[in-house]
């Protein structure tokens, strides 16, 4: 999965180890204060789910140190195959070096490979990095109301 251009490796996560657990400690507090990053059976469940997909990207020139991660979501509904983008982090040391562009153009390949002919994912206004990277890669705003409802 790993493009030669690319300033990292992507791959998928097929097995929790040490490493992931660590590195998921470390990058899930850069995108969320308020959500704790999951322990390793949290990782488990994701990583052995038929409906998601867990990347990683790498930097060969940090001896292979995790430094970014994402997750795609698929699953079938009556009309089609869906795909979202879910959690995607950057470490912070790392920003502004493609990283993030990375991960997402592996996992539109992904969607694609899977018969998704649309991907989803939402991003508040206030990262603003994100949102520049989402529009160069090709994603469009969409007019679109987007509804939550907590349960307690």
Do not use: C, H
């Not at 940090?62 to 430094?67: D, F, H, N, S, T």
């Amino acid at each position: 999965m790993s493009d030669p251009s690319a300033p990292v490796e992507i791959s998928e996560v097929t097995e929790v180890t040490d490493e992931i657990v660590a590195a998921f400690g470390q990058l899930i507090p850069q995108l969320s204060k308020s959500n704790p990053p999951p322990d390793r059976a949290g990782i488990g469940f994701m990583v052995d789910s038929p409906a998601s997909v867990v990347l990683i990207a790498r930097d060969p020139e940090a001896e292979g140190r995790i430094v970014g991660s994402l997750t795609l979501a698929l699953f079938r509904i009556p009309t089609a195959m869906r795909a979202w983008i879910e959690d995607v982090v950057v470490d912070e040391a790392v920003r502004g070096r493609g990283v993030g562009d990375a991960l997402n153009r592996a996992a539109l390949d992904r969607a694609r490979d899977a018969g998704a002919k649309t991907v989803d994912l939402t991003s508040r206004p206030t990262r603003e990095a994100a949102n520049r990277l989402y529009k160069r890669i090709g994603f469009e705003q969409r007019e679109t109301n987007v509804y939550r409802y907590t349960l307690s």
